[in-house]
């Protein structure tokens, strides 16, 4: 399947500007609220520049992961972190989604002068098949979360599910959409960052 990149990385850039999580539905009456968390586990992941982060919480009495849009956060077990718990319909689907946000505690981020080989870099992405690990699933009345915990290049990633289409289970192929994006010239970072491969491309595939 030939890989799309500018689509891939315009859809993850959507997500970490908020334009997708606080997509108005006129189906959708519940407000997005903000709540305070205690952090059980910290997933982290990194390629060069590029740093993948979330955190495991509970929800409910449910476990559900929080993303860290920009990937620049550094909390720990057991600190509290400030999260927007958006909810949004997309099509007939009630989606419920979480992120981390104003992060008190954040990386030390190289700056300054940049090298032209990096000023060159442009954002990638592309598609992998990893292996389903853990499957976080909450739900909220109509509104639904899921996201898989899956091992690329030897670390722990966790790959959200932004449309809610999905029904994998452990050890399922987990067919899937990374991106690396870099927004600031002014620093040595850029985030990577998973989601599931959409159904329509995957069918599109085989056939």
């Given at each position: 399947?030939?890989?799309?990149?500018w689509m891939i990385v315009a859809t993850f850039s959507m997500f970490a500007s908020g334009q997708f999580l606080f997509a108005a539905s006129p189906r959708s009456n519940v407000p997005d609220v903000?709540?305070?968390?205690?952090?059980?586990?910290?997933?982290s992941a990194k390629d060069g520049i590029y740093v993948h982060r979330s955190y495991l919480?509970?929800?409910?009495g449910q476990e559900v992961v929080v993303e860290d849009p920009t990937a620049r956060s550094n909390y720990r077990s057991d600190d509290t972190i400030t999260v927007g718990v958006p909810r949004r319909f997309s099509g007939p689907r009630g989606l419920l989604s979480f992120f981390l946000m104003a992060p008190k505690k954040t990386t030390s981020l190289p700056s300054g002068e940049i090298s032209a080989s990096l000023k060159a870099r442009q954002p990638t992405g592309g598609h992998v098949e990893l292996k389903v690990l853990k499957v976080f699933s909450a739900q909220d009345g109509e509104y639904y979360f899921?996201?898989?915990?899956?091992?690329w290049n030897g670390q722990e990633v966790v790959v959200v599910?932004?449309?809610?289409?999905?029904?994998y289970v452990i050890d399922d192929p987990l067919p899937a959409m990374f991106a690396k994006i870099q927004y600031s010239?002014?620093?040595?970072?850029?985030?990577l960052r998973f989601e599931t491969t959409p159904l329509r491309l995957i069918k599109t595939k085989k056939a």
């Open positions: 399947m030939k890989t799309n990149t903000r709540q305070e968390f205690k952090v059980v586990r910290t997933f919480v509970e929800w409910n899921r996201a898989y915990l899956a091992e599910d932004p449309r809610g289409e999905t029904q010239e002014s620093e040595m970072h850029g985030v």
